[in-house]
């Protein structure tokens, strides 16, 4: 079936440096997008989203692209510090209710101080 | 205001046993998320519920269900374990779960091992 997938299982960052995870979706039915980031022991916390009718949407230093032209979701983070660190998962849903979520596999971003 | 709590957080089972977990929403929500976390599988929906109707399942075998009672606590039971079904549980709440208005919170989940 469809799914979400991330290009990067892990990235590693200077503390400092913006930093930028993408997602690839390939439902063009999709039309919710929801980043999410999980540290170690705890269960994902809710960062940005975007519907489908917006192509970026701005947050505290995270920002949230979408091309629906070729289904590509990016989260950029903006002076990453130490506590960024953690596995960053995108989500995407369609129809239905927000409970339904297709979760990417995640990324890892580790950032060095 | 005290988070999604789930119980509990650790459990240790035995292959062909049953398990029930256990998750309380936020106070006022009113709908509630079942979701496994494997680090093969990733994060995979199990189950969705709204003032005690199950409103959507998941590709998961019969042997997982779950429930919502009045309180809006839900529980989900897992029958004759297997290996596989080892994973974090997580469990999320909201208000509501109107697409217009995005709210879930996740809990810690509770961490099954069936050996």
């Known amino acids: 079936g469809e799914s979400v997938g991330l290009h990067l299982p892990t990235l590693s960052v200077q503390e400092g440096d913006n930093s930028i995870i993408n997602c690839a979706y390939s439902?063009?039915?999709?039309?919710?997008f929801i980043w999410y980031k999980q540290e170690s022991g705890k269960g994902p916390q809710f960062i940005i989203d975007?519907?489908?009718?917006?192509d970026k949407r701005q947050g505290q230093r995270v920002t949230v692209l979408l091309n629906k032209t070729v289904k590509h979701l990016s989260l950029q983070i903006a002076a990453t510090q130490p506590g960024d660190s953690a596995v960053y998962f995108c989500?995407?849903?369609?129809?239905?209710?927000?409970?339904?979520?297709?979760f990417g596999k995640g990324t890892k971003l580790s950032v060095k101080p | 205001k005290a988070g999604v709590t789930q119980t509990p957080r650790y459990l240790i089972k035995t292959r062909g046993q049953q398990v029930t977990l256990s998750c309380s929403p936020i106070?006022?929500?009113?709908?509630v998320s079942w979701y496994q976390q494997t680090p093969g599988q990733g994060l995979q929906f199990l189950f969705e519920?709204?003032?005690?109707?199950?409103?959507n399942k998941g590709n998961f075998p019969g042997r997982f269900s779950g429930r919502q009672f009045s309180n809006s606590r839900s529980e989900m039971n897992v029958s004759t374990l297997e290996l596989g079904d080892s994973a974090l549980y997580l469990c999320?709440?909201?208000?509501?779960?109107?697409?217009?208005?995005?709210?879930?919170?996740f809990g810690s989940g509770t961490r099954l091992t069936v050996v």
């Open positions: 439902n063009s039915a999709s039309d919710y």
């Open positions: 999320a709440s909201s208000l509501t779960s109107d697409r217009l208005v995005y709210g879930y919170t």
């Open positions: 975007i519907r489908s009718n917006m």
């Open positions: 106070s006022g929500h009113r709908s």
């Open positions: 519920y709204f003032s005690e109707t199950q409103r």
């Open positions: 989500a995407e849903t369609y129809g239905g209710s927000q409970g339904n979520l297709i």
